[in-house]
Every structure is written in structure tokens, then in C-alpha cells.
């Protein structure tokens, strides 16, 4: 079946209604995006097409997130490929609203605010940043609750059906919040987090990659072989050694660290234990970030024993 557009949430609430209707659907999916998609949005979308009768995509840049004019200005839209890619991997439907129809009026007056968990790691070297994401993905959440359109009776057998959001495991501190955000305020979704995708040699595939120059690219391999670095030690109760690891970043001429640290998968704290020189046992998430040349680049590695 052919992808459809709706560019307002009325024609989203009507178009998913029909949508289960027509498929006597019990589940719908929701996959949030900024567009330039690649092949880790694929992942997610057909992660959510194998788990729902519906899935419904998201493109919207959304400009509370951008500190920098400048960089909103230079994110880019690729709304032709971005509808191309998702039909391949079956989404039904793509919401792609206009900034006035996401915040109608201009910038909102009340905010989704982060919280500690958002004042750390991304949110310390990008004030505002997850107050901005929280806040449309919020919105989003919303506005794609399935059954707004249903009339008594439709959808799964009279009742609403079920609902997830799909995220990407590489925004390893976006997907924390996002599932806070949920627990914390009651949200009727379900958060479901998808492997983050990396190329051949190691790079986990953002829409950033596409202004690394050839010497940048191959200088920012280090932040995933400083992680697999990580990863093995972790898989063989070992000391992480984070020093050593950090060590291999910062010889990189090309690489300004930002951060680098291993910290508990719930609350983001780093673990002041059971990792720097005793074996590790238990979970975490090792987290880095780092500017490539003038591109800055985010990954992580989920750690366990």
C-alpha cells in the first residue's frame, strides 16, 4: 500500500483512524524523526511495522532543540527520500507537520522540563536541548495516541488499541528521558528502544556523518573502537580500564573529547564503583561524545555481565 502524507493533525487522527478501520488493527506504532533519514530509521521503522498493524512516522526539525540558528538552518530535509524510505519498510502513514502546526502562536510557554537527568552528559554542553526534545516528542506522543478518529465500536473490538513509540538506542540519554517522561506523567505508550545501526567499520550512522569530510570519517572509527574497547573488557568481568580507552580517543588529532564515562542505564550516574578496577558485574552504559573536525558525534555501548 502506498505511504500517505498528512501534513495536519486532523488529517493524522482521520487518516489512522481509516488506517485500523480498513485493517481491523489492534496496535499502532509511532516513530519520531527529524527526517535526513538513513538506515537506523529503517531499523526502527520496520521494528515497528514487524510489532503493529499501523505505524505512523514522524518528520518534523523541530527548533526548540537548536541552540544554534545556524544549525537548524543547516539540518537537512529530505522529505522526497525520507517518504521513499519509509514506504520500503511498509509505514503506513507520515506526519510531516509545519512548525505553525506543532506550535501554533509561536514558541510554547509551557515546557516539558528534563530535569536532573537532562542537566548532565548532552544537556551540560547543550542547555535546553532535552527540554526542547522532550517537549515536542510530548506533543508527538500525543497526537499520535491511536483511536482520536475512531467512532464507538471501531478499532480493537470497541476498545483503543495498543500503542508504542520507537527510539533509537545511539540517543542512549534522549531514550532514558523519553521513557521518565512516560513513567513520570502516565503517558498511555509504550517506549520500545531499537539497536542503534552502525556501518561496516564500526560508525554508528547518524545524519550528522554526512559532513565528515574522508579524513574526518575515518578519525571519528576511534569513538566506536574506544567503546568495543569497553564492551569486551565488560563481557569478560574485567576492570573496564576507562583511562586506557580515553587514552585511545584523545590520540586522535582529529577528535575533541567531550565526554567519556561509563554510568547506570537508568539514572545516568556514573558508576563510582564495580568498573574502574575491580571485574564488572551488573549492567551499564558506557557513553561518549566528541567533536569529528566541526561535527559533533554521539555513541554508546550498553554494558552488561
Known amino acids: 500500500m502506498p505511504i500517505k502524507l498528512a501534513t495536519t493533525v486532523a488529517d493524522l487522527h482521520a487518516e ?24 537506523g530509521h529503517a531499523a526502527l521503522a520496520r521494528t ?21 540558528a545556524t544549525d537548524l538552518d543547516r539540518y537537512p530535509r529530505t522529505l522526497d527520500a525520507d517518504l521513499a524510505l519509509l514506504e520500503v519498510q511498509g509505514v503506513d502513514l507520515a506526519f510531516a507537520p509545519s512548525v ?22 548532552e544537556g551540560a554542553s547543550r542547555p535546553g536541548h532535552f527540554d526542547g526534545a522532550l517537549t515536542v516528542v510530548a506533543k508527538l506522543l500525543h497526537y499520535g495516541i491511536p483511536g482520536a478518529g475512531l467512532t464507538a465500536g471501531e478499532g480493537a473490538q470497541g476498545g483503543l488499541p495498543s500503542y508504542r513509540a520507537y527510539f533509537g538506542q545511539k ?8 521513557r521518565r517522561m512516560v513513567a513520570d506523567l502516565n503517558f498511555p505508550v509504550e517506549i520500545v528502544g531499537v539497536p542503534t545501526v552502525r556501518s561496516a ?12 569530510s574522508d579524513d574526518e570519517r575515518e578519525a571519528a572509527l576511534v569513538l566506536s573502537r574506544a567503546l568495543r574497547l569497553i564492551e569486551e573488557r565488560a ?29 547506570d542505564p537508568a539514572t545516568l ?17 558506557a557513553l561518549i561524545a566528541a567533536k569529528v573536525g566541526p561535527v559533533r558525534l554521539i555513541d554508546n555501548a550498553p554494558l552488561s555481565s
Not at 540517543?171 to 523519553?178: I, K, M, R, Y
Open 235 to 263: 563481557n569478560a568481568r574485567e576492570p573496564l580500564d576507562l583511562e586506557s580507552a580515553q587514552a585511545l580517543v584523545e590520540s586522535q588529532p582529529l577528535v575533541s573529547l567531550d565526554y567519556f564515562d561509563v554510568v
Open 48 to 68: 515497528a511495522v514487524e510489532q503493529n498493524d499501523v505505524v505512523v512516522a514522524t518528520i518534523f526539525v523541530n527548533p526548540l532543540q537548536f541552540g544554534d
Open 16 to 39: 489512522s483512524a481509516r488506517l485500523l478501520t480498513l485493517k481491523r488493527g489492534t496496535s499502532q506504532g509511532l516513530v519520531p524523526t527529524m527526517g535526513a533519514l538513513h538506515e
Open 100 to 121: 505553525e502546526e506543532v506550535y501554533p502562536g509561536g514558541a510554547p510557554l509551557v515546557r516539558i522540563t528534563s530535569g536532573m537527568l537532562g542537566e548532565k552528559w
Open 269 to 285: 550516574e556514573p558508576l563510582a564503583e564495580n568498573c574502574r578496577e575491580t571485574p564488572f558485574r551488573g549492567e551499564a552504559l
Open 201 to 212: 567499520d564500526g560508525l554508528a550512522l547518524s545524519s550528522r556523518n554526512r559532513f565528515l
Open 171 to 178: 540517543d542512549a540519554q534522549q531514550l532514558a528521558l523519553v
